[in-house]
């Protein structure tokens, strides 16, 4: 899944976002990190990684009081707007559809050029950038990377407007679940999170909660208990069978990969309301070439992997076709990490 | 066709992880776990020469009503005790895979017709 940068069509506009973030982007050092601006997403730790890909756009944006505008409305009502609110941009939204985007910088040059009686839609910034509410917290941060906005609307499928995401909400958001994960980390007890509010929704699956195994290279003894473990969990989720059945495979094919192919690594399973994922990550030595290695059959395993049953070749394919969304990732020496996400339809 | 059933017809001995009234969906016999893994098939009977802990995982994974192991392979203590763990029946038989992959199918045949 690759999510493509939504631009709704019309005109283009600077914003003084956009000024501002030229501007940070030449004075402040940003960290490399999983899915962060400037990031590969090899070497960071599991713990970011997870929470980026877990927590989704709609986790972080502010969904409740959007202050807007309608098309007709003037520029100078909406600089009023911006002023009383101590905002940089209104949205231009009639019902729930959003036609553009008013600026400082569009309100500078109505001052300026003498149209601050206009209507917004004559000046509005309609060429837009705008995020949607299931993607992943990650791609939002590529999105503050790529482009140089200080907020994104957010839409849903039906292409509503649903929220407002700056790169401070995104802060906020994360160093407040980056705290509950360390305590939960520290604490060895299981903390309720933003995911665990989002499958309150009717039909979600009734909790969240997240187990990372570790897999130790060569130890076949052990392996594929991380796997039975996650069967367990889902089944105690309530999730269908033949769901159960697909991520189980995956994850036992990848805890095996992990044991037999690598330095040793880990797997972490995250269930939530409507996602079950899978992170495989090992330690090195990396893949050469992925494209072969994800072909049926292709194996450098050795006479001794395939006398306990394995070294088939099957792995990665198998866990590609069993996933609805599959990615690895592979570095030499550094590792591999492989990602696998399982779409838990809504309970009946 | 069920447990007693895939007993006697093998000649083998139940040696681990307890009765069970479910009855054969699919039968599937392998070596390679990979291949298991990828069938799709429901009430799996994994006939397989392998005698490793792993037989009794992909089992579980796969959702097996019951592992036999052939040529009367000793069976390692540890893998008797993962199927009594996870409840998969883990039965051992003198039998050849083939051989038992043949009784097998004539048992079935026998038992759609009746």
Redesign the interface.
Known sequence: MEYKPTILSGGESRSDDQIMAAHERKHVKRVSGPGLPGSDGQGEPLVIMELLQRLRVKDVMRDHDIISVVRTDTMHFAQNLMKRNHISGVPVVEGKRLFGIVSINDIILALEGGWIGDPCQKHMATNLVVLEEDMPLAFALKYFENYIFGRFPVLNKERDLVGIVSQRDVTRVLMRELTRELARLEGGTSSPSLSAEASKSEGALPYYSMRQFVVVRNDLSNAGKAANEIKKMLGEAGVEKKIIRRVAVAAYELEINICIHSLGGSITFILDGHKATIIAKDKGPGIKDVEWALRDGTSTANDWIRSMGFGAGMGLSNSKRVADFFDIKSTIPTGTTVLCEFNLPEKK | MNINDIVKTLDGTLVAGGESDRTVGTVVAN?????V??NDGDDILLL?S?A????I??A????AMCVVVHNAKPLPQ?MCQVADT?GIPLVSSPLSKYESCVRIHDFLKAEAGS
């Not at chain 2, 070596?31 to 291949?35: A, E, P, R, V």
């Not at chain 2, 490793?52 to 037989?55: C, R």
């Not at chain 2, 579980?60 to 959702?63: C, R």
């Open positions: 070596d390679l776990m990979s291949d893994l990828l397989t392998l490793s802990d792993q037989a995982r992909t579980n994974i796969v959702g540890t996870l």
